[in-house]
């Protein structure tokens, strides 16, 4: 729920906060029954930290792929870009995480979704030379042509990278 700018935010005691940091931290560590459990008492599956990063955010940088299915599964949204304008599928391509990335996918994450600034995973896959997760995304369905609010597409950032795999994988792509 918005706010307006003079609606004072409310205030969380103590215990709260406390509470909330050892969520995050479920999510962070792959905890994955626990964070189910809480899910079942009536915990929202999007909750947010204060970067931003929901739950299936974190435990997509983190590389657990069973969480993150389960927090999907339970009704997470894995489109909910953090504060950075990152999405957890672009989270997972950074980090080389293949089977998150996997999981988001086959659980609805939009293979070119993007943030604000219009980076896709397959940007940030094509960046860091994620040569695997390049080819998973676009047997997926990825558009290697798409552009970002700057217009660089997934070869062009890669190159700029001076990433040494993926820009001739990706221009391999194109001329076929």
Not at 78 to 83: G, I, S, T
Request: no cysteine; aromatic share 4%; glycine share 10%.
């Amino acid at each position: 729920m918005q706010q307006d700018s003079d609606t004072p935010r409310p205030v969380l005691d103590e215990d709260t906060i406390a509470f909330a940091g050892r969520v995050f931290q479920l999510a962070r560590s792959g905890y994955t029954a626990e964070l189910l459990e809480l899910l079942r008492m009536g915990l929202p599956a999007n909750l947010r930290n204060d970067k931003g990063d929901t739950l299936v955010m974190l435990a997509a940088y983190h590389g657990h792929a069973g969480t993150v299915r389960a927090l999907l599964e339970h009704g997470a949204d894995p489109e909910v870009a953090n504060d950075r304008g990152q999405t957890p599928l672009a989270a997972a391509a950074f980090k080389g995480a293949t089977e998150t990335v996997t999981a988001l996918l086959d659980e609805g994450a939009a293979v070119d979704g993007a943030g604000p600034d219009g980076r896709t995973a397959l940007m940030t896959a094509a960046m860091f030379n994620r040569t695997d997760i390049v080819a998973l995304l676009l047997a997926r369905g990825a558009d290697p042509a798409r552009r970002d609010a700057s217009g660089h597409t997934a070869e062009t950032i890669a190159r700029a990278m001076n990433a040494p795999d993926t820009p001739d994988q990706l221009a391999g792509r194109r001329q076929a």
